[in-house]
């Protein structure tokens, strides 16, 4: 029985992973509309009908934008936030009925079929943004992206993931000497910011120091402006292997598309 893991798109012009088991399919916020949602499960092979949860990361319309018509769609579907992010949202989240919301404490475990959801806090610019790892059959798999930095706490809880979606948002030098606005500058590398590839880099490498198995991370979240996928991914090579790690034998490393649907990946 398959745990399997599909990025439909990531980054600013969208957010939406697929996490799916025969059982139960969740998603993982709705920055595409609807219809993207659906192409992406017939691409798939999804069954639309087993979609059961739609949980949210945080309010930035990037991970939000397709909520009202990914909820229209998916009529067996539930949305799964913590409450300052429910209300942040604003009109979009006013328009769904109340027993198709779930409202969680950051910090709590539920299941969704025979799949079990762990949230925990990240650092972003955002309401009450979380992290969530999901664990079916001894298989791990964890997501972070839109944070500034990785504390203790989110090392904690993505260390055994055998799939970990990694944000690795930008070259550092590419966004501080390029055109973005001072302000956002500050922000992006702040620590309530963007994580950087140095700092994805630094994560993995954490990672691989505390038990070395083999894992696989895919990088996302990537910025058009201040990042290439080849960038990203020499940036990290060469940072795992000034300590001894090789990407191929260590971990498996790669990056997720901006906007078309990435490859399926069974863990
Ligand atoms: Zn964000
Ligand atoms: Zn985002």
Redesign the pocket.
Known sequence: MGFDFCSFSSGSNGNCYLIKTEDAAILIDAGISGKRVWEGLQHTDTNPETLRALLI????S??IGGLASVMKKGTGLKVYANKETWRAIGPAANAIAEERIHHFVTGDCFTVGDISVKTFAVS???AE?VGYTLRCQGRQISVV??TGCVNAEITEEIRDANLLVLESNHDEDMLKYGKYPHFLKKRVLGDAG?LSNIAAGGVILDLLTYERKKRRVLLA?LSRENNFPEMAMQTIRNILEEHGYHTGADVYLETVPRSEIGLLYAI
């Open positions: 990361t945080h309010e930035h990037d991970h972003h610019d955002a943004p992206t839109d963007h979240h």
